[in-house]
């Protein structure tokens, strides 16, 4: 993983009750076209982009990276979960050094109060504490995104703080491994 220390990319497959967390696929590269281009998804993460230069520029297999899950629902991808370092540069940290692991997730606006997210983030949490044990995971999201900071709670997530960065109200929390997930 990108600066997640020595964890080996993909893992095998997490299976959870409806969905698959795996690796990405050329088989995903529509889906990934439609997150980014979508103005619902997009809204608290800096709008949609425009879906030609997506066209042209998403690779043949996209988001094939250390620490990006594809969601997979029946065969198709449905949405994405990533670990990435927060960076040292921006607010919001619990470590004195910084670079903690911080949860992003997006996924396709039907497939939205169905609890896909709960149960694909719940499962990529458990990973995480399996394989980085006793290591802090930060999530950040705008106050505004009420989906998005029940689901922080509902996870597990405690707030630390909150904070202006983008020109928005940021909610900031933290979860470890002693947190119970689901």
């Not at 911080?102 to 497939?111: A, C, I, N, R």
């Not at 990973?127 to 995104?145: G, H, K, M, S």
Request: proline share 8%; hydrophobic share 40%; charged share 25%.
């Amino acid at each position: 993983m990108t600066g997640l220390g020595p964890v080996a990319w993909p893992p095998a497959p997490i299976r959870t009750e409806r969905l698959v967390l795996r690796g990405s696929e050329a088989r995903d590269r529509a889906a990934f076209i439609e997150l980014f281009a979508s103005s619902e998804v997009r809204t608290y993460l800096g709008g949609p982009r425009p879906l030609d230069e997506l066209e042209r520029a998403m690779p043949e297999i996209p988001g094939r990276r250390p620490g990006l899950f594809v969601v997979d629902l029946d065969g198709a991808m449905i949405g994405t979960i990533n670990f990435d370092r927060r960076d040292a540069e921006r607010p919001g940290h619990v470590r004195p050094h910084a670079g903690e692991a911080e949860l992003g997730y997006m996924f396709l606006p039907e497939t939205w109060g169905r609890g896909y997210a709960a149960e694909a983030c719940a499962a990529a949490l458990d990973w995480f504490a399996d394989v980085l044990p006793r290591e802090p995971i930060v999530l950040c999201t705008q106050t505004a995104n009420d989906r998005s900071v029940r689901l922080a709670a509902k996870l597990g997530f405690t707030e630390v703080e909150r904070f202006e960065e983008y020109g928005a109200e940021q909610w900031f929390g933290v979860w470890s491994s002693a947190t119970p997930t689901g």
